[in-house]
Structures are given as C-alpha cells and as structure tokens.
C-alpha cells in the first residue's frame, strides 16, 4: 500500500467524523464524501473498500437510497484521532484570527472583530 492511499484513508475518517460532528449525518455517500475530497472516483472507492476491510467503516442499510458508508466505533476513534491530531492547534478557538496575547481585546465577548497586535495567527 502507498503512503498516498494511507493518506485518503486518514482523510475520510476526518472528514466522516467532522460531518458527524457538525450535525451533517451519521453516514455520508460516496458523493458526499468527494465534495470534501475531489478523488477520483477509482480511488475513493479503493480508499472505502480498505477502510471496510479494516472494520473502520460498515456499509449504512437505508431505504434503497444510494449506498452510504458511517463510521463504526473503532472508526469513529480513529477519526476522533486523526481530526484533532490534524486541527490541535485550532479548536479551542472561537476565531483563528485571535492572537496569542491572551490580554488582548480579541479574546473578550465585545470584541470589535479586529486584532490590534500584530502577533495575528
């Protein structure tokens, strides 16, 4: 296996668990999925079908709707993983136009929208 297709994988765990967390769905569709990831569709499905052999993702049974794909338990700590692995340094953040001065006007509720320092991240 290449370093790339380990790549997509991690990709659509994170972006399987952002969805989930943003209220978009617990499962999402191959097409769903490539709006956030532009692959091609060889490869997408290539990156799915290693993900259901690894158990990280389990065919979603619906209404006779287009296949979908959720996230099982193990999947969905791996995602949980590799999301905050790849955004550490932004959540927590209510803007990722605050600076690091933690006196500064832009961490209170009244802020006017723009950072007066110039240590902007």
Not at 5 to 24: A, F, K, N
Not at 69 to 74: A, G, M, N, S
Request: charged content about 25%.
């Amino acid at each position: 296996m290449q370093d790339n297709e380990l790549h997509w994988q991690d990709e659509i765990l994170q972006v399987m668990y952002w969805m989930r967390g943003e209220g978009l769905g617990e499962s999402a569709t191959p097409e769903q999925l490539n709006r956030f990831l532009n692959l091609k569709p060889s490869a997408l499905e290539t990156a799915l079908q290693r993900l259901l052999a690894h158990r990280l993702i389990c065919v979603s049974t619906g209404d006779g709707s287009p296949i979908s794909y959720q996230l099982t338990e193990r999947g969905l700590e791996e995602g949980k993983r590799r999301f905050v692995d790849e955004f550490v340094s932004y959540l927590g953040h209510e803007s990722h136009i605050e600076c690091s001065d933690p006196n500064c006007d832009c961490h209170t509720s009244d802020w006017d929208g723009i950072c007066h320092t110039s240590q902007v991240h």
